[in-house]
């Protein structure tokens, strides 16, 4: 890992660099200045923003306000979207053609709600056209700081252009979820991005992409961080860097557990186990393209971009590979129960329960079955999907138990380690489980606890784990 470093600051010319900066790294001008320093400094190729902090909350609350025909607050939100932004444009000093844009983007942003008050409803396809403004706006704001930047240097080597991403960024037509199209986007990287790498740098927009019809799509939330790992594997990256408000990826929360410690470098496997089972610093599905083209990860805090941070790579020595290396929690989760006797040996009956959630588009986070039995785990919205459960209804009874929390270790070796359950529940004491998961990978072991029980599971796990 040391090597790669080396070799990365040593061709740091002529490396391609892909950055990532999160809402908090838009939040105000200083942290817009702060984030474009860094981006000179790591030689970033391609600078992926989302939306100013807040402003894509903002944006769907304005799509429920005009759903409900509430004029007033509609128009009072879009005015705190569009001060907001104008104060930001002031602050930066940007250039009137730059303002013209901004104020085309207010009006789009004006046209989109008038028509949802006038419909009182709002369509996937014009919801992810509404919510896409937040990086629009902040894209084009940022991309005038990069250049003041770069002026101010006396940087002629080096370009900024603001990129708009659904020109490379292909997706199907599902709104709001939209799954990207890796062979056309590889094409259209090549068209429009590789020969003008590294001389110029671009900065566009996380989030959002194009469907085959033209319409804007976007990838559900924390899809800024999967655009930034397409973006990377589309034009063969060098190194993916997400830069966020903090220095790296914790061994747990430290807002649960005090005494989390900053892991210097984690595996694709553990990072991506670490993600899906509920850790925020990162979106579970960054990392498989990324991954695929075997492009190291860093995830370090545009605050503070010299305090180090987290490298996430394909391979770690042995020896640096600990038993467990970091705990995550996901809160909301309901454990659905599918009996029926005609489980027993009849092929087909699990097959048919898949099938009805892949139908619903609903994904599973732990399972276990037993003779007549499955019981398996769904988040809270996912949970109150009740043509989802009528459907299930028809091939088995199903029970619901609600305000329950998923507690993962994730590590290595831990489905071949003799004496680890034992110690997991030593630690654990009191704390009554209500299902495990363990065996699929020997990354994860995972169970289920009652709401309000988890953070009291991770700090005495981490105690006995981690911090001992």
Known sequence: MQTLRKEIQTNQGQSIVVAKFGGTSMADEVAMRRSAQVSMQRNASIVVVSATAGTTNQLLEVAKNAIESKEAQTNLLIDKIKARHLELAHKLEV????????????EELETLAKGILLLRDCWPKTRDGLVSLG???SSLLFSECMSQLYSSQNETLKSVELLDVREVLATDDRHERA?????????????????????????TQGFMGRGPSGATTTLGRGGSD???AILAWGVDADVLEIWTDVPGIATTDPRICPSAQIISEISFQEAAELATFGAKILHPTTLAPAG??????????SYDPDKGGTWIVSQIEDEKTPLVRALAMRKDQTLLTITTPKMLQTHGFLYQIFKIFNDYQVSI??????????????DKTDASNDELLE?????????????????SLIGNRINHTPGLGEKIFNCLGDINVRMICHGASRHNF???????????????????????
């Open 95 to 106: 250039a009137d053609q730059t303002l013209e844009q901004l104020n085309g983007l207010f």
């Open 135 to 137: 990086e629009r706006m």
């Open 179 to 203: 799954r990207p199209n890796f062979n056309k986007i590889e094409i259209l990287c090549q068209q429009h991005l590789t020969a003008k790498l590294p001389s110029t740098v671009f900065v």
């Open 226 to 228: 999967y655009s930034a």
């Open 292 to 301: 695929q083209k075997n492009i190291p990860v860093f995830v370090g805090s």
């Open 365 to 378: 986070d732990a399972i276990t079955t037993s003779e007549i039995s499955v019981a398996l785990t769904l």
């Open 391 to 407: 459907e299930l209804k028809r091939y088995a009874d199903i029970s619901l138990e609600h305000d329950l929390e998923l507690v």
């Open 446 to 468: 995972c169970f289920i606890v009652k709401k309000d029980q988890g953070a009291e599971a991770i700090s005495r796990l981490h105690n006995g784990f981690i911090t001992n």
